[in-house]
């Protein structure tokens, strides 16, 4: 099956910054990556997703790029806010399996003001 | 996005008593939903995946006489945690599949808001 590996656990920023998330994925055969925000209590929220025929793609502050090659993928949060603090999650899904996505341990961001 | 409704919110029950999670997709169709459950500050563990129509199909290491499925119809999924003990308290949360409907691809899953279960 597919292993999603998440890094880092945490995340401290100060308002303005950028952050960077990064996954790393081990089947090949994986082919949509998404990427979900969770505050504390609440459901996951969809917040940016790619497939595995894009390199790289942007949303207004949140962008997600991808390589194949290397089998990993990151999210990018420009000019954070405080209202960006949360845990995400990045998923793979592997295909052929039914739409089950495996999802990474999560990230603690802090967006400090 | 499409909308998955789960309720209850927060059920709190005595040990031994059964507990039913209704998830229900409210303005698309799902022939697949997804089961996971959450610890505090713990990623999503995927249960079971439930097929409309057909048996649930459970990952490695979870009890399906334990963690009871029906998934009846192209809108509702519930998961009956049977005989419940204080281990089994956990945040349960539920995801859909849009099959389709010009949203978007059908891997784009959308979760339900969560139940919250503690067992006492």
């Known amino acids: 099956g597919e292993n999603v590996e998440q890094h880092p656990s945490t995340l401290s920023v100060q308002e303005g910054d950028s952050a960077v998330i990064k996954c790393t994925y081990s089947?090949?055969?994986?082919?949509?990556f998404p990427w979900y925000k969770q505050e504390l209590g609440k459901r996951p929220q969809l917040i940016i997703d790619?497939?595995?025929?894009?390199g790289e793609k942007k949303d207004q502050r949140i962008a997600v790029t991808l390589n194949k090659t290397a089998k990993h993928f990151s999210l990018h949060i420009t000019e954070t806010q405080p209202e960006d603090s949360a845990v995400y999650f990045c998923?793979?899904?592997?295909?052929?399996?039914?739409?089950?996505?495996?999802f990474g341990k999560g990230t603690l961001l802090t967006v400090n003001p | 996005g499409a909308v998955v409704s789960q309720h209850p919110s927060r059920v709190i029950c005595k040990s031994g008593t059964s507990v039913k999670i209704e998830c229900r997709s409210l303005d698309f169709q799902a022939t697949t939903m997804f089961w996971y459950r959450q610890f505090p500050k713990q990623s999503l563990m995927l249960m079971a995946t439930?097929?409309?129509?057909?048996?649930?199909?459970?990952e490695q290491g979870v009890e399906k006489d334990k963690f009871l499925i029906n998934h009846a119809s192209l809108t509702l999924s519930t998961l009956t945690v049977t005989s419940a003990h204080p281990e089994d308290s956990s945040f349960y949360i539920c995801?859909?599949?849009?099959?389709?409907?010009?949203?978007?691809?059908?891997?784009?899953?959308?979760f339900g808001s969560g139940t919250q279960l503690s067992v006492l």
């Open positions: 790619i497939r595995s025929n894009v």
């Open positions: 089947d090949s055969a994986s082919n949509y």
């Open positions: 995801s859909a599949r849009d099959i389709g409907t010009g949203r978007g691809s059908g891997e784009k899953l959308f």
């Open positions: 998923a793979a899904h592997l295909y052929g399996s039914n739409y089950k996505l495996t």
């Open positions: 439930s097929n409309e129509g057909s048996k649930a199909t459970y």
